[in-house]
């Protein structure tokens, strides 16, 4: 009997994203992404080995799903590659990208197993970042186009959307350089994160008017940063950083608008979004769920500030490291859920929609992870207490099914449950797959 149980319906589910599995990156009509051109772009991946490959998911889809459901999952968390659909990013339709995802949703559905589709997983069509890409407000009806055919196509099997996942990741893109597309230009950034915010919305409008039973939301990953000391300047970074993160999104899309605090700052920097009117109604569109992705927190400090903020250094200490250099910090997801509720006053569902750890570097035997069973344990029991004490979190998605591959750090990364041997490409339950069978079967930990 496990110690900790989940309710009955509560959902254990695994999740990926198209990019990082599905490869045949030039197959079956399929146009080239901005992460196609980055990561074949010298110097911008780890090894300049680019992700043509994924871990071929999109031919060996049947494999995928049987070996999901020899696991017991119940719920498959995926991405839609957008230039799979529509290789030109607007316009043309590629019928056969439309009937991949048809034969992996059916193929789910014959299994039991629920699928969970996020429409915008990181990869714009190429063509549409030579038009502008995020940073032009046309990228608006375009994402909005782009959504009525998914729901058009899908919406009578699917019953459970996101628009997009972890839209910070335009920041990575077109601010920081470190993701595609690669540019560094701050206020372009900016407008960027605030036309995916439109999009998000013009996403949600789309599924209303398309009319199809089953729910949207949208998915962000929560970070929370806590001060390294009581020093004022380590608070203020603190709450700075909250805001350039998951604030940005979260303040706009839960109904307030924008904060005071960042748009004094932004102002004053000269890199506060274009904001039109109607903007924020629509972006405030109401969403059925919210999907956090909680990895772990992030300890700031201004004296000695960590621009790689996702791996702890030696001025953060919190005390519990992983062997891959992240800190072990499991009531982060408690955090997190009690945050939208008590910052936001969010009461509808929510799910955990990632939650995962990659391989630590001392790793002897590939399938021998116990550290990532340690972890996850961790971390739905925090998600049990929260549950217990009146929080509404309805499921979990394990971030990953498969190793694969980790955007700028390629294949270095391994966050799967399921080993794949990369000259073979032949999968491998870890240890931590059947442990989370057993989870899935006991219904608890
Ligand atoms: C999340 C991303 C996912 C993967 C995991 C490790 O931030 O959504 O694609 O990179 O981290």
């Given at each position: ?33 901005i992460w196609d051109t980055f990561t074949r772009t010298?110097?911008k991946v780890?090894?300049?080995?680019p ?122 893109g ?5 993701f595609a597309p690669g ?225 700028a ?37």
């Amino acid at each position: 009997m496990p110690k900790i149980l989940l309710p009955k319906d509560f959902t254990f589910g695994v999740a990926t994203s198209a990019y990082q599995i599905e490869g045949a990156w030039n197959e079956d009509g399929k146009g080239p992404s901005i992460w196609d051109t980055f990561t074949r772009t010298p110097g911008k991946v780890a090894g300049d080995v680019p992700g043509n490959r994924g871990v071929e998911h999109y031919q060996r889809y049947r494999e995928d799903v049987a070996l999901m459901r020899d696991l017991g999952i119940e719920s498959y968390r995926f991405s839609l590659s957008w230039s799979r659909l529509m290789p030109e990013g607007a316009g043309r339709v590629n019928q056969a990208g439309v009937d991949f995802y048809s034969r992996l949703i059916d193929q789910l559905l014959e299994q039991g197993i629920a699928p969970n589709v996020t429409l915008y997983h990181w990869d714009l069509p190429q063509a549409l970042e030579d038009r502008g890409g995020w940073v032009t407000r046309d990228v608006v009806g375009w994402f909005g186009d782009y959504a009525a055919l998914v729901f058009d196509s899908y919406g009578d099997r699917v019953r459970r959307w996101a628009t997009l996942n972890e839209p910070i990741s335009i920041w990575v893109g077109y601010g920081m350089g470190a993701f595609a597309p690669g540019r560094s230009d701050e206020k372009a950034a900016r407008q960027a994160m605030h036309n995916a915010l439109l999009a998000h919305g013009r996403g949600v409008e789309a599924f209303r008017a398309a009319g199809s039973p089953g729910e949207i939301g949208i998915v962000l990953d929560i970070w929370q940063r806590h001060p390294a000391t009581d020093k004022p300047e380590d608070k203020a970074l603190a709450a700075d950083d909250e805001d350039n993160g998951f604030r940005f999104f979260l303040d706009p899309l839960l109904g307030g608008g924008y904060s005071e605090r960042l748009t004094q700052r932004l102002t004053a920097a000269g890199t506060m979004p274009e904001i039109e009117a109607g903007d924020l109604e629509l972006i405030a569109t109401p969403i059925d769920y919210l999907g956090l992705n909680v990895y772990s927190r992030v300890v700031v400090s201004a004296e000695h500030y960590n621009p790689k903020w996702w791996v702890a250094d030696e001025w953060h200490p919190g005390g519990n490291f992983l062997d891959n250099g992240m800190e072990f910090y499991p009531k982060a997801v408690y955090d997190a859920i009690h945050m939208v509720k008590t910052d936001y006053g969010f009461d509808r569902p929510i799910f955990i929609t990632e939650n995962g750890v990659s391989d630590g570097k001392t790793l002897a035997d590939p399938l021998e992870d116990d550290e990532r069973i340690a972890y996850v344990g961790a971390f739905l029991e925090w998600i049990a207490k929260a549950i217990d004490e009146g929080a509404d979190v309805r499921g979990y998605y394990l971030w990953s099914l498969l190793d694969n591959y980790e955007w700028a750090a390629a294949y270095t990364q391994k966050f799967g449950i399921v080993h794949v041997d990369l000259e073979t490409m032949q999968r491998t339950p870890k240890k931590s797959a059947l442990w989370y069978r057993d989870v899935i079967r006991s219904r608890g930990v």
